[in-house]
């Protein structure tokens, strides 16, 4: 019974770290930059979007989570598309059929970029589950890292964007 005990100790300790270490690396570090296709196949720069603020979202249309925030994700971009800021969906699933059904279906007006191969998502970003967003900064640095579903348009996270974006309440 001790050694079991032992060994479920360990288990959470390590868990624990690393989640803080997680955390640790999403608000001090760059964004690792990157290419991928969007779903018309040009392909996309993280680093294109320098000067702005980006909400970078990982997801999946077989992810129930990813599939609800998308509306309010949706409603964020169009609100402050304009003032320095945007949304980079990247969609791990390996078809574009679906994810051109869903972006359709949902009237998405934001980049969606394809990681068929999850090297971006997993292993540059190490996203453990989905949905997992990062809020990076105008000069590139990782602000936070969001993991689950989030209303994002919701007061506090626009007033959080528009001072990153530098603009008043």
């Keep these: 019974m001790g050694r079991l005990r032992f060994l479920i100790s360990m288990l959470v300790f390590l868990t624990l770290c690393m989640f803080l270490f997680a955390n640790a690396f999403a608000a001090q570090s760059l964004a690792p930059d990157f290419a991928l296709n969007d779903i018309t196949g040009k392909k996309v720069k993280l680093s294109e979007f320098r ?6 979202n990982f997801w999946a249309t ?15 971009y169009n609100e402050f598309k ?6 980079l969906a990247v969609s791990v699933d390996t078809s574009e059929k679906s994810v051109k059904s869903f972006i359709k ?11 068929k191969n999850k090297a971006v998502s997993f292993d540059d970003y190490g996203v453990l589950g989905l949905p997992t967003t990062f809020l990076i900064d ?32």
């Design 105 to 115: 279906d949902n009237k998405l007006s934001f980049p969606v970029l394809m990681d």
């Design 62 to 76: 077989w992810c129930g989570p990813c599939k609800a925030e998308m509306p309010s994700l949706n409603n964020l």
């Design 138 to 169: 105008k000069n590139g640095g990782i602000v936070e890292k969001i993991m689950g579903e989030r209303e994002w348009d919701s007061p506090q996270i626009k007033e959080r964007i528009l001072k990153l974006i530098g603009g008043k309440k």
């Design 82 to 87: 304009d003032k320095g800021f945007v949304v």
């Design 51 to 56: 000067g702005r603020v980006i909400l970078l």
